[in-house]
């Protein structure tokens, strides 16, 4: 293996001093043009890359954001992978199958972390910075969210994800942007949606739809601010109508298609609902295909409505009606709005509302 090259290489092949090299490569309209030229070409000649973490300890910055998650929201279920063995004794380099869905498989498309992720990455490329990923599954201690606090020059959360006395202290070290869920007067800057008016405004198409029918509800963690909006707003629009909250059958979840499937199992163990409203899109996922395997036609027999607007909503059956949030934007907004704490740590907290919008399909639309 061939030694890495130094900035001392590099000043020794240019035949200047190391500090001549670090103007150059820091501000290089700073430096006389064929200093500047000698120099790039020792660079490129020896294939030097600057240290970032030399670079970090001198401006105190890493050029590193960080993006935590919570553990939901993921491929529920994975079958055990050794590439080191399985992948190189494989007996053949492919295989063909004869490839139909069945109800209950679980389909990999983009989720609602996986599109924010895509929207901070972009971001985060286009203002200079890295971005690092930290998911909390199997983490109570919060051990990876501590460990990248360390390591990062700011750090995006989603709302409770983090214990508000550990995002407190963390917050003392680092700015902290908190995604989703309401602002509660906290010195944290925010990117959320209004959860709470966009679900009031679909459960009033959905009564629209069903008069006087059974309503259940299947509700998410009980320690997600976002859905405990949406909750609120579902309970809102019920009683603008008039209709007691005691009526409707409630089932929670944890966001997964897998828990929609047990929640849907659960009410109709003590109901058959004339509509199912959804906390998120994975589990009324789960709730189409529990209906559908039990002869129940959606939408004419149960209205069956999400939230999020993931791409495997377009591609059930029926198609899924759902509140789309700006989940790339909400990555994006998020990389921005810490890049400009970064730049202006003074600032008062910004709190960033995108808007959502009310997807009306097929599994919420019955015929006239």
Do not use: C
Request: no cysteine.
């Amino acid at each position: 293996m061939s030694k890495t090259a130094t900035v001392y290489d590099v000043a020794d092949h240019a035949g200047v001093s190391i500090a001549t090299v670090s103007r150059v490569l820091r501000s290089p309209d700073a430096v006389r043009p064929a200093t500047r030229e000698r120099v790039l070409d020792a660079v490129t000649a020896l294939g030097y890359v600057p240290s970032g973490s030399a670079r970090g300890l001198a401006e105190r910055r890493t050029g590193v954001l960080g993006l935590y998650f919570p553990g939901f929201d993921a491929a529920e279920e994975a079958p055990p992978l050794d590439v080191l063995t399985s992948g190189a004794a494989a007996a053949k380099p492919f295989t063909v199958v004869q490839d139909a869905a069945e109800p209950g498989e679980e389909h990999h498309t983009l989720l609602f972390l996986d599109e924010v992720l895509r929207g901070a990455e972009l971001e985060a490329w286009k203002q200079g910075f890295v971005l690092m990923i930290g998911v909390g599954r199997d983490d109570p201690s919060r051990a990876t969210v501590r460990d990248m606090a360390g390591k990062v020059d700011g750090l995006m959360v989603l709302a409770e994800s983090v214990p508000e006395e550990e995002l407190a202290g963390l917050s003392r070290r680092i700015p902290v942007v908190v995604l989703s869920g309401p602002p509660r007067g906290d010195h944290y800057d925010h990117v959320t949606v209004s959860n709470t008016e966009a679900m009031a405004e679909l459960t009033r198409h959905v009564l629209a739809q069903i008069g006087d029918g059974a309503l259940a509800f299947v509700a998410g963690p009980e320690d997600s601010p976002d859905g405990a909006q949406r909750w609120d707003g579902f309970a809102a629009a019920v009683a603008e109508a008039g209709r007691s909250l005691d009526a409707v059958t409630v089932a929670r979840g944890d966001f997964t298609r897998a828990s929609g499937r047990r929640a849907a199992e659960e009410i109709l163990a003590r109901t058959t609902p004339s509509a199912l409203v959804a906390a998120n899109d994975q589990m009324a996922l789960g709730a189409l295909e529990v209906f559908r395997s039990v002869g129940l036609r959606v939408p004419d027999d149960v209205v069956v409505t999400g939230f999020d607007g993931i791409e495997a909503a377009t591609l059930s059956r029926p198609p899924l009606t759902t509140i789309r949030q700006p989940m790339i934007d909400l990555g994006r907004a998020a990389v921005q709005v810490l890049a400009r704490r970064l730049e202006r740590p003074d600032a008062e907290p910004l709190v960033v509302h995108l808007p959502l919008q009310i997807l009306l399909r097929e599994s919420s639309q019955r015929p006239d």
